[in-house]
């Protein structure tokens, strides 16, 4: 079964509204959650590392003001888009690192589709 | 035959045939490799990774190929089936401790064809 789940799975909303995604790792604690973006057609790009109890590192040309980030807890990362508008329309996905006695092992959510009407 | 689309290169291949998809990396300090399987609307799928100090890595029909000379990575599908149908990414990272950020690369879609 799914380790890392993703809330919710589809989600439409206005221009200019904000809309929270969750991303929970399910059995396991995770102090460094990771954020995708994904367009049509196009590769997972890497927006943010979250880090529990922590400010979320942006990468290059992502808006850390529009795109908020927040890790509160072991287990729970959430995105928030804010005043979202239509070309924030996309597949986001998150991850989680679970570390083992062989090291860590990364897991994927099933992703949370947003659209921006 | 294998062509460039305007994002994603396709690949496509008879059903039962061995299949081949290529990747290149770009950060010489990688040292770990992943390649994910994605179907539609769906999230990444672990297939199988290697490690800098191997150059070859087998699993169930599918095998890695890692070049570091060239930077270079494949995976191999053997008898493919319907199911194999998907896009497939390799991604790197740099191990080392904490987690660091894996990269993912283009991305091919892979079409068996019955």
């Known amino acids: 079964g799914a380790v890392v789940s993703q809330h919710p799975s589809r989600v439409i909303c206005k221009s200019g509204t904000s809309v929270k995604i969750e991303c929970r790792s399910l059995d396991f604690q995770a102090t460094t959650m990771f954020w995708y973006r994904q367009f049509p057609k196009q590769s997972l790009m890497l927006m943010a590392t979250?880090?529990?109890?922590?400010?979320?590192?942006?990468e290059q040309g992502v808006e850390k003001d529009k795109f908020l980030i927040n890790h509160a807890s072991l287990t729970l990362s959430t995105l928030t888009v804010t005043s979202a508008h239509p070309e924030d329309s996309s597949f986001y996905i998150c991850?989680?690192?679970?570390?083992?006695?062989?090291?860590?092992?990364?897991?994927f959510g099933e992703g949370s589709w947003l659209t921006v009407v | 035959g294998e062509s460039v689309g305007l994002h994603l290169p396709t690949l496509s291949v008879q059903e039962g045939d061995n299949s081949i998809i290529n990747c290149a990396y770009s950060?010489?300090?990688?040292?770990?490799f992943i390649w994910y399987k994605q179907e539609s609307g769906k999230g990444p799928q672990f297939i199988i990774d290697i490690r800098s100090n191997m150059d070859k890595r087998q699993g169930q029909r599918v095998t890695v190929l890692l070049n570091k000379t060239v930077k270079h990575l494949s995976l191999q599908i053997a008898a493919t089936q319907p199911g194999d149908s998907a896009v497939y990414f390799c991604a790197e990272k740099e191990m080392g401790p904490g987690a660091q950020k894996l990269v993912f690369g283009q991305g091919t879609r892979l079409t068996i064809n019955p």
């Open positions: 979250s880090n529990e109890g922590s400010k979320a590192t942006y």
């Open positions: 950060n010489s300090a990688s040292d770990y």
């Open positions: 991850s989680a690192s679970r570390f083992g006695a062989s090291g860590n092992t990364i897991y």
